[in-house]
């Protein structure tokens, strides 16, 4: 019985983890059908129901939740064992899941990512773009990078960028039109571009600072967009104000395809880190990649978000 139902107790755990057949069948590399299939065979060998299922979404019944939170350590500690006995190689080789933002991704991860790749071709890297701050541990990620202030509490963190600033960008067609604002609480009259924040669902408040005094805008606008190129190009079209990260918008600065105001009220902060858990066993991978993040940053610190000023 436990031959049968091996296979298709993992196949559970992942459906329990994901609460998705569709994304379970992708991560198992089965079709939903046959995924489907073999739970219902679970299910009526162990003569218990595991699943809720509807016509959106499946859930673990009360039994289920009970046998994923009972088999979890032992799959982890298994898990464990097959990751060392995989580090013994001579080539280094595994997987890596991150998540990063789209700035991040674009701007800090990626470049260094290109190179490291092509040096260890055994090793399988996945990155998942999310603006969102996204749980680590919850996602089975191994790490995510964020801002500084954004980090997770009980994570070690690697700084790998500078400091970095916002900028506040219009076209010069926009500010003929418009006037330019001196302060933050004049944006209350401009057309701005809005971005709505994932993990909450509202829209960003643009955040400014001045001697001390913090302040944050809720800014109208015709546009709401997620999407960083395309808020760079809705600002160049001259269909309102973007506030976006300062390296994104140097070069059409200098072009003057965009104008750059409110510049005394964007102080520099902290840039990304590289985060993640302090008890979790990593892989020689991603030891590698860690290093090779650091390798390229060795002017920032390295420290415990625990023993740092971040919340």
Request: glycine share 6%.
């Amino acid at each position: 019985m436990l031959k049968d139902n091996f296979n298709d107790l993992l196949s559970f755990m992942v459906v329990a983890r994901e609460r998705s057949f569709t994304r379970a069948a992708a991560q198992l590399g089965v079709s939903q059908s046959a995924l489907s299939h073999a739970m219902r065979n679970l299910e009526a060998r162990l003569d218990v129901r595991l699943l809720t299922r509807t016509t959106r979404s499946v859930a673990p019944t009360e039994a289920g939740e009970q046998l994923f939170m009972r088999l979890s350590p032992h799959l982890l500690e298994i898990e464990q064992e097959l990751t060392a006995l995989r580090d013994m190689r001579d080539t280094p080789a595994g997987n890596i899941r991150i998540t990063a933002g789209e700035h991040a991704m674009s701007e800090v991860l990626w470049p260094i990512l290109k190179p490291f790749m092509a040096q260890y071709p055994d090793i399988n890297v996945e990155v998942t773009v999310d603006n969102g701050l996204t749980d680590i541990v919850d996602g089975r990620f191994d790490a995510g990078v964020r801002l500084g202030e954004q980090v997770a509490k009980d994570m070690i963190a690697v700084r790998i960028a500078p400091d970095m600033r916002m900028a506040v960008v219009g076209s010069p067609a926009y500010f003929a039109r418009y006037g330019e604002p001196h302060i933050p609480e004049q944006l209350a009259s401009h057309r701005c571009i809005n971005m709505r924040l994932p993990t909450r669902g509202g829209l960003y408040a643009w955040e400014f600072e001045q001697d001390g005094h913090e302040l944050r805008v809720r800014v109208e606008g015709q546009l709401t967009l997620n999407n960083l190129p395309q808020r760079l190009d809705a600002a160049e079209a001259g269909l309102g104000l973007a506030y976006v990260p300062e390296d994104t918008v140097q070069e059409a600065i200098r072009e003057g395809r965009l104008v750059r105001v409110l510049e005394d009220w964007c102080p520099a902060f902290e840039g990304y880190h590289l985060y993640y858990p302090s008890r979790r066993q990593h892989t020689t991978a991603f030891a590698l990649l860690v290093e090779a993040l650091r390798n390229t940053s060795v002017a920032y610190p390295a420290y415990n978000v625990t023993t740092s000023r971040l919340p």
